[in-house]
């Protein structure tokens, strides 16, 4: 399991899709998830230090937590099935560690308004993380070539391929900083 942090949120022009860009801490990984609308809005207020005049369910979620006692531990993005990310909510209530089944976009809003970590279990990395490192990804298409893939595999990541296809990479990590930095 690697912990990521949220590197950007990303809008498809054509479809106006939108996904989360989670990237693992100290990599060249990146872990693209596709969240609703809402659901990237209540993380995007957060990041950006909005301020609502009423509790978005998220806050109110995390109200509701700490208010029976608990704290958020961690959030984990946990199985990638049938093109759909699962999570979990890890938390800790009294030293016992409690998971709770969530869909990663309510998980990372409630990431970003405790600042717990965000972890991903490797087999999710394995199979829908993108390396932008240029020798990592020949390396990794070598080994790839080298590993049978099963044709059901493969069209259950074709959503994520034509979205990923469609991004601009090139600003990855640039976000914020000058043309001549």
Partial sequence: MLELEIESIRVRQETQQRAVVLKVKDSDLYLPIFVGQFEVEAIRFKLMEVEVQRPMTHDLLGSVIGDLGGTIHSI???????????????????????????????????????????????????????????????????????????EEELEGLSAFTDFIDSLDLEDIGNEGKKPDQ
């Fill in 76 to 150: 984990v993005v946990s199985e990638l099935k049938n093109d759909t990310f699962f999570a979990k909510i890890v938390i800790d209530t009294n030293g016992t560690l409690i998971e709770i089944d969530a869909r990663p976009s309510d998980a990372l809003a409630l990431a970003v308004r405790s600042e717990a970590p965000i972890y991903a279990e490797d087999e999710v990395l394995e199979k829908a993380g993108v390396s932008l490192d240029v020798e990592t990804e020949n390396s990794s298409l070598e080994e790839s070539q080298e590993k049978q893939v099963n």
